[in-house]
């Protein structure tokens, strides 16, 4: 399994981006996708997170409200809408996969996409 992630670029506070995730290989019921991100000197983090099926979609406080996962069956594509974007949001973003349930442990994943690079200006 590859996953590709795109959609990254330089926007301002306030504006809306959508990342897209591309996977290669099989999926099933039982997989799960999530989005992660990594600041500069910052730990990656959980942003949100969906079974293939569509259910269970979770997200971290810091995005609810604001970015919405969602999954494209027969495109075999993950996305993550983001609207009210914020300075704090500049990062580089992860799509990862894992069988089983979302959950926010990096390290429970066991593919991971290349990163694209969100950056919004104040």
């Known amino acids: 399994v590859q996953l590709q992630a795109s959609g990254g670029g330089l926007v301002q506070a306030g504006d809306s981006l959508r990342l897209s995730c591309a996977i290669s290989g099989p999926t099933y019921s039982s997989t799960s996708m999530a989005w992660f991100r990594q600041a500069p000197g910052k730990e990656r983090e959980f942003v949100s997170g969906?079974?293939?099926?569509?259910?269970?979609?979770r997200y971290a406080d810091s995005v609810k409200g604001r970015f919405t996962i969602s999954r494209d069956r027969a495109e075999k594509k993950v996305y993550l809408q983001m609207t009210s974007l914020r300075p704090e949001d500049t990062a580089l973003y992860f799509c990862?996969?894992?069988?089983?349930?979302?959950?926010?442990?990096?390290?429970?994943?066991?593919?991971w996409g290349q990163g694209t690079l969100v950056t919004v200006s104040s």
């Open positions: 969906i079974r293939w099926n569509g259910n269970n979609p």
């Open positions: 990862a996969r894992r069988t089983g349930s979302p959950v926010e442990g990096s390290d429970d994943y066991d593919r």
